[in-house]
């Protein structure tokens, strides 16, 4: 197959983009590179899965239509996985008209191409964030998901609706995969887990809000990537669809086990709740077990322990 990856030089795209490559697809990494974190990071990212085989990048913002037709005009693909966005709960309070422009606009633009260049296959990477400040858990895809905390939430549920409309109006075939918050090897740097080893690791401060209660439910990167694989290969009619580990973990609970896998005694400074926020996240995967096989299989212990290992590897090697 010959396979479309938009935010390919990312984290979890650089994953994906590896994993396809290493098993023979053709891939083209669609990536901006843009500063929200180090563009640096995200150019060896790309390179690291370009190693795995046949990947080549076109860089550019997915929001530009004439970009994109150039990327479509020598290419007839037969998947796009859609996974370019402005990324973060926190950051999209501060900035929603850029969530909104990146998120939808983007997600629109290249919707359109899609159409015209007569591509059916789309996954698309939505967000627990979509749930907003639900109790009722697990959280399964017929809840609803009306109610976001946060702009980013809100783009990412209104991505899902446009990808209803196109499949009304053109036929395309689509998954909606909601990833619950993703942790490991090559995680940006803005993100929980990676400012909190960093901090442990110097032996600095590291900030908690609220009183530790709230819980996430952490998936492992290489189980969302045999999903998101298994998404692209079972080519679904229309899909929302949950990937989590299903097994929450407290925030005290994510510092007390990175400072284990550290060997250091995490600093902590405690801070009240922060807006957006929600208290918990909870993955129902049944119906991603039903319809993908999908199992995960890393449990948080043993990613965190992997996740450090990365880190000081990657450190000693000045990559951070």
């Known amino acids: 197959m010959k396979i479309l990856v938009t935010g390919g030089a990312g984290f979890i795209g650089s994953n994906l983009v590896r994993r396809l490559a290493a098993r023979g697809e053709c891939v083209v990494i669609v990536d901006d590179f843009n500063d929200y974190y180090s563009p640096s990071l995200k150019r060896a990212n790309a390179h690291w899965a370009g190693r795995a085989g046949d990947v080549t990048i076109a860089e550019g913002d997915v929001r530009d239509q004439a970009f994109l037709e150039e990327v479509f005009k020598d290419s007839a693909f037969d998947c796009i996985v ?28 290249l919707l359109e191409q899609a159409h015209r260049a007569g591509v059916k296959r789309f996954v698309f990477a939505s967000s627990s964030s979509v749930y907003g400040v639900s109790r009722d858990v697990p959280f399964s895809e017929d809840a609803c998901a009306d109610h976001p905390a946060s702009p980013y939430g ?34 940006r740097p803005d993100m929980a887990i990676h400012k909190f080893v960093r901090a442990v690791i110097s032996g600095e401060e590291l900030t ?14 290489d189980d969302i990537i045999d999903g998101v694989v298994a998404a692209v290969d079972a080519d679904l009619e229309w899909e929302i669809i949950n990937l989590g580990d299903s097994e929450p973990v407290t925030l005290k609970s994510m510092i007390a086990t990175i400072g284990e896998a550290v060997g250091r005694e995490p600093r902590i400074e405690h801070l009240g709740d922060q807006p957006g926020d929600v208290p918990i996240t909870y993955a129902d995967i049944s119906k991603a077990g039903r319809l993908l096989g999908f199992k995960p299989k890393i449990a948080f212990k043993e990613g965190i322990k992997r996740f450090v290992d990365w880190y000081r590897n990657a450190q000693a090697q000045g990559l951070l």
Not at 88 to 107: C, I
Not at 154 to 175: I, P, Q
Not at 208 to 221: H, K, L, V
Request: positive net charge; hydrophobic residues 40%.
């Open 208 to 221: 908690m809000f609220g009183d530790g209660s709230s819980a996430r439910d952490y998936t492992y990167i």
């Open 154 to 187: 809100a783009t990412k549920r209104a991505g899902e609706v446009l990808l209803a409309a196109y499949r009304h109006l053109y036929g395309l075939r689509f998954a909606a995969l909601r990833f619950f918050t993703v942790y490991g090897p090559r995680q």
């Open 82 to 109: 859609h996974l370019a966005a402005r990324a973060g709960v926190r950051p999209s309070l501060a900035d929603p008209q850029l969530y909104v422009d990146v998120n939808l606009n983007g997600t629109v633009t």
